[in-house]
């Protein structure tokens, strides 16, 4: 087929004083509208002398536009000397689906920390001095484990405020937790790891994650003192995931004996226990338990991470790694991603190196506090039955509900006020456990936190009041 | 076993003025002396009475230490009222194997733009309007997609300099091209894809990934008007990655022919394209092909990255998505990592939106035409044998070698020199292929390129001389 194009379809809108080249606003002009199948395949454009004219260009400038559409598919050059529409057959991607609708008024949903405290002043200064202090090659130079410069910073922090023995050589920087964890569960797969066993309940997100690298997951119970150790003896697993420090969501904190056995545990075979150390910067009444990695090293890989302490959009974590573990790791980030951004490395590791961090903590510390606080008292006030379990640190509260409360009923009734409240059910590895709620206040202010339990009442009145 | 220690070991170095606290002090003293075998386990601890008087401290300081190292699991407290070292055999983990030895002094090395050059002053000015203007809910909700601000600033970017057709909604920001690769590899082995066509001779990064994700490698050679698309279609591959704009390593240019094959081919079944458009910005004696993606924005996967024309350490890369994928896609970039980092891509959104991007890369455009026309100018005077093939563009040069010519012989000789050159050898996909050389000189100096083929004259010479 061969229809003919007058000019007129190809008066394309030139804009002298753009700055943009007159044969790029005529290519881009052409190009919109084959795309957007103004001109069909096989149409035979206008020779170059007559759109030039109509156009008021010099013809160079259509031969060029032509050449270049013919160069990228849009337009086929015809032995008889004329120019026709390609058969592209272009498919315009249509929108993509509306996002779902939007977070509740008040919402108690875990982990987030109050990202409008983040130290902007301070992170700029450090990124300022990165920018007129780093030499060029860091820009260039990726180590698989992370800049030099903050894998020093944070072992000299780690081992000074969480009783870590991290050195800069067994320190791996990565994206968040979820990256870390990724990649450390990837590794144990490769070296003959079979069985994950994680607190249960606990965070469910490494679940899916470890699942998909192929491992099994078994859910071992919380006790007060920490994670059952005879069960996950019996569990068969060869690696096992602890929120040593305050547990997810339970708050409870291993006690000695716990962290000894599972060192004894880790040490019988070659097992390894992951301590995620989430949130051990937030302890409020008496200083937190020292991490369980510098009691051995060898057994146990540690994992940190600021998204709970700076802003998740930041994607630092950290990882300490058994010696044995540092090549395989290291390797397997490379292969990831290459390794990660270094101007945020070079940051933090500023930040941190010049106390910063440590200030930034000290802040926030009794913020939070009093967010806890104000929580832990007005659900005294306005629903005592909700007394809140474990040890009152990081950003949550947990709290079991009563008998006679259904969980989900509780949520629904809770988001028609507007109030967002979350249940332990994501939480229970195998099958349902007791029904209670995960309190996140990072995010909140006091009054915010006052309405929402009040809210919370509200709500748990009115459920009552339908069933009876 | 229970030996007793006199407080002699334990005169742990206390620093009144440096502002930790002492018990914190005595603490990591007293971890340290049993990490390092100092204190054995079952070694009895003095009594805190004793220990507090040798220390000069309060006796509470000593309680609280003791208590905190029994909490850690470093001491043991017995019913007879003393504390003793635990049995926590710790391992202290051994200094990592030295690195390998340096780098050449000359380093024709390829993938390196220059470093020196990072607009350290508008990027910096760029980091201070997101520091300072960014609402923080940006800093806290991570978009698996990227945010939307650099997802707009590169679609209008993209579709003004590349062509391409590319929307907000199907862009997906990632670590750079490996781990934007990776996850789109990923997700179409997870939707039934089995087998990848790469371009032979090319880069051999992906290859390793590829397999490691499950998918079949075949290699299809690379003619001088790009990928041999009858070959593709012998294959049996379902997916193809393809460099259209300036093929790596032999610099072949996609003609229109063969992009209207390659889409045809993806069209015929649900097959895809993957298009790298690695460094399309450096192209010197004309302009640039567009994208393939812009004429089959449903066939065509396009992967851009920020490595090769401002820094590998900024780690941002970006894919424009066929509708279909962009679901999947997020979803594995939310499981891999939680999204990319967001200052970085606030600021390189800030930095496109405002110009800067176009004004380095004009700026960058002459410094490495004029590397690459003294790297071929020199090849001409010093080694007219080794003429440069493809087109010369981007960031590097190829040669083929004569046949006289060993590459792993010439890269050998050259070493000896200082200088790296480096063969073609890795880049074959199937078997061996014709010798040759790729000439990465990005991250040199003219003077340097000068010399780096002078040396190359040299250490070819030598090797003719020894032979005869």
Redesign the interface.
Known sequence: MRTSSGTGELLVELHRENG?PLH?QL??GI?TRI?AGLLRPDTVMPSTRALAQDLGLSRGVVVEAYQ?L?????L?SQAGGYTQV???????????PAAASGPPRIDFRYS??D??Q?P?VA??RS??RV??ETP???????DGRGTIELRTALADYLN?VR?T?A?P??MLI???F??GS?LLLQVLVASGYRRLAVEDPSDNDLR??AA?VGLEVVGVPVLESGVDVDALERSGADVVLVTAAHQFPTGAVA??SV??AL?TWA?RADRLVIEDDYDAEYRYDR?P??A?Q??????VAYAGTASKTL??????GWLIL??RL?EPMTRAKL??????????QLAFADFVARGEFDRHLRRMRPRYRELRDTLVERLAVRLPELEPVGVSAGLHVMSYLPADLDESAVEAAARERGLGVYGLAPYWVSGAGPAGLVFGYG?LNRSEVVEGIDLLAAAVAELRRRRS
């Open positions: 943009v790029q290519e881009s190009r795309r270049q013919v160069a990228e598919g849009y086929v390609a058969d592209v057959s272009v498919v315009e991607p249509t929108a993509a987030r920390p990202v409008s983040f902007r992170w700029l990124i300022r920018l007129n060029y090659r860091s820009l260039a130079y990726i000074r009783g023995a050195r050589e067994n990565c994206n968040g979820a990256q990724r899916e994650v998909a006690s000695a962290r000894a060192v040490g200083e338990v020292g369980m510098g009691l051995a090293p060898d057994r802003a998740p959009g930041l994607r630092l058994p010696d540092v292969m990831d991603d290459r390794g990660s951004p270094v101007f945020d995010s």
